[in-house]
């Protein structure tokens, strides 16, 4: 069963690149809704993760997809989507504040996982895992962009959900909101689960995920009818 999981990545990181491709169609349409921008950007950058372990898996763990695992995926797999919602419910100015800080953030990690020294010794087969990282202080900047991520993505979905749960004529964008936090909560679990050496449940968890997030998108664009 652990080997059949290995192979989620495959298909996690094709349902994440139509998605991202979507979302670019969308903000080409509208090109003031940067919440769509970042939302395509933080949907490609998550399939640009699946990716790395689709690869690790059919070709065997290398370090440069083990550091473009950990840039993509631990630091990159949730924050543009957050960022995203930052634009949709906050005022631009703050929202290009919030940018910048955000991405010093994540640029300054990023430098730090691709200087760090690897213990390759550490290193699986066709496993990807942060134990390999010699700096392990590293590791401490995920769960600061993860919270990030959480507040605003998880946060914006469930306050959009409160908001819409009252009016029936709203209500699909109720159960919308509803699947795109489940959706959004879901990896961070499985990089949970990573942390303590269970790397297939974040496979599981990624699909789980993504679909969720479509599904929910779905509900909230698209009329009532075609909500299915």
């Known amino acids: ?11 996690t990181t094709v349902v994440a690149t139509a ?8 903000f080409r349409e509208r090109p ?8 395509a950007i933080g949907m490609g950058t998550y399939g640009m993760g699946t990716l790395t372990e689709s690869l690790t898996t059919l070709l065997g763990w290398h370090p440069v997809l083990f550091r ?6 631990a630091l990159l797999g949730g924050a543009p989507l957050a960022q995203g919602s930052v634009y949709l419910h906050l005022s631009r100015r703050v929202a290009h504040r919030m940018t910048v800080g955000l991405s010093a953030v994540v640029a300054i990690a990023s430098i730090c996982v691709l200087l760090s ?23 401490y900047f995920s769960p600061f962009v993860n919270l990030y991520a959480v507040v605003f993505l998880v946060g914006g979905a469930i306050v959009s959900a409160l908001s819409y749960r009252r009016q029936r004529e709203t209500y699909r964008r109720f159960v919308g909101n509803v699947l795109i936090a489940v959706g959004a909560v879901l990896p961070g679990i499985g990089g949970t689960a990573t942390r303590l050496g269970h790397v297939e449940v974040l496979y599981v968890t990624e699909l789980m995920g993504v679909v969720l997030i479509w599904f929910g998108y779905r509900f909230n664009v698209l009329p009532a009818r075609s909500a299915v």
């Open 1 to 11: 069963m652990q080997e059949v999981a290995h192979y989620l990545p495959i298909v």
């Open 19 to 26: 998605f991202a491709v979507h979302l670019f169609l969308r």
């Open 32 to 39: 003031t809704a940067m919440h769509y921008f970042w939302w």
């Open 68 to 73: 473009a695992w950990y840039i993509t995926g």
């Open 117 to 139: 020294p690897l213990d390759v010794g550490k290193a699986e087969a066709h496993r990807l895992s942060g134990n390999v990282l010699a700096w392990q202080w590293v590791r």
